[in-house]
């Protein structure tokens, strides 16, 4: 008894119709949920592509882990657990960073920018030098210290690699008293020659500017206080848990995302903003299944009378109907996984759709993820079913 509605449902789906326009209406049910079905997984693959594309840049412009103090702006780094940090066989890489909120100037043009101080060990190994896109990435000319700018901040200020005139870097001074008659006197100064220009996003590329961490020391007035400590590993996890252990409280130990709170948050807000309108617009066109299962209700009306006469309770022909409206909704479902799943593919294979602009990637960037694709499942099956429901309750 318990297939016997599914068997109905089967031969009212896939039987020839007497009246044309229901075999219709199923037929652009069927479609439609197929569309809405491989929209979201095309969408959401578009979307985790770029969000790749953010999190490589994000891993180019920032260490794996960093540390910094719970409370104020800088620290020693000195003691057993920094000690233990040098013999760690977990950590590829280990910088010292000193980093501050300056004012520049150029020529008449002013900014402020995040000025960060990094070391020999940054110096040669940072990613940032593949971004290049004007200059060399060089921090000394004999005991001249030089500086690399975001594209955007060198444009700002006018300011190029080519050109002779040096940035001028000011900072108050952290051990004289300002003075409110000439608070300009109150101000340390430094001038560094721009040697080069680089490109990573937009944020970096119009705020930041590395320096040497000597002159940064210089104009802060710091002898071995850092700001920071970046951290290059295989093993986050691992190493983030063990640091965090061995230093206490007084520091925190972030990852990339805990780093950039505000861009994986921005990112997850706009991926769930998306899947919401596609699943609405899923619920729009399954009123096609509501239209075509009411209209199925009204030409089986005799089917149901005989099948009460032979003592068929009412709820197995509510799941009749219902069986029949869930099959139309989970038939588009997998002919739209199937298609979504498909394109997404060949995109990824071949790069379908090109990329319009200067991008470093020429076509559009995708990427499956099982989990939205079970996503994409849930959302349309509970729309078919819903739409299943209503009609059925009510014969």
Avoid at 193 to 201: A, E, I, M, P
Avoid at 241 to 259: A, I, M, T, W, Y
Avoid at 266 to 277: N, Q, S, T, V
């Amino acid at each position: 008894m318990t297939g016997l509605p599914l068997k109905i449902a089967f031969r009212y789906l896939f039987a020839r119709k007497s009246y044309n326009v229901i075999n219709l209406i199923s037929g652009i049910g069927v479609a439609g949920m197929a569309v809405g079905t491989a929209a979201l997984v095309i969408v959401l693959s578009v979307f985790n592509g770029f969000d790749s594309l953010v999190a490589d840049s994000l891993s180019d412009a920032g260490a794996t882990l960093v540390v910094r103090p719970a409370q104020g702006k800088v620290f020693v780094p000195s003691g057993p657990a920094f000690e233990g940090m040098m013999e760690n066989q977990d950590i590829l890489r280990l910088s010292s960073v000193l980093e501050e909120q300056a004012f520049l100037s150029y020529e008449g043009r002013q900014s402020l920018a995040r000025v960060k101080g990094i070391d020999p060990v940054a110096q040669e190994e940072s990613p940032m030098q593949f971004h290049m896109v004007a200059g060399d990435w060089q921090f000394h000319k004999g005991e001249l210290p030089l500086a690399v700018a975001g594209v955007s901040l060198s444009h700002n200020l006018g300011a190029h690699p080519r050109f002779v005139t040096p940035l001028e870097i000011h900072y108050p001074s952290r051990t004289e008293q300002i003075s409110l008659a000439n608070p300009a006197a109150s101000l340390r100064t430094r001038r560094v020659q721009l040697s080069g220009t680089f490109s990573v996003n937009a944020d970096l590329d119009s705020r930041l500017l590395l320096v040497p961490i000597g002159l940064m020391r210089e104009l802060l007035d710091y002898e071995t206080e850092v700001s920071s400590l970046e951290i290059w590993t295989d093993q986050a996890d691992k190493v983030q848990k063990e640091l965090q252990n061995s230093l206490g409280p007084d520091f925190r130990v972030l990852n990339r995302e805990q780093q950039n709170q505000s861009i994986y948050r921005m990112m997850r807000y706009e991926k769930l903003a998306i899947y919401l309108i596609l699943v609405f617009i899923v619920v729009i066109i399954a009123f096609n299944i509501y239209s075509s299962l009411k209209m199925l209700i009204i030409e089986k009306q005799a089917d149901m009378g005989t099948l009460r006469s032979l003592g068929a309770p009412e709820a197995l022909l509510r799941c009749i109907f219902l069986a029949e409206g869930f099959l139309v909704s989970l038939l588009g479902m997998v002919i739209g996984l199937v298609l979504g799943v498909a394109l997404v593919m060949l995109q990824q294979r071949f790069g379908l759709v090109p990329m319009p602009g200067n991008f470093a990637v020429t076509s559009y960037p995708v990427v499956l993820k099982a989990a939205d694709l079970l996503w994409t499942v849930a959302g349309v099956a509970c729309v078919g079913l819903v739409m299943a429901l209503i009609p059925s309750r009510k014969l």
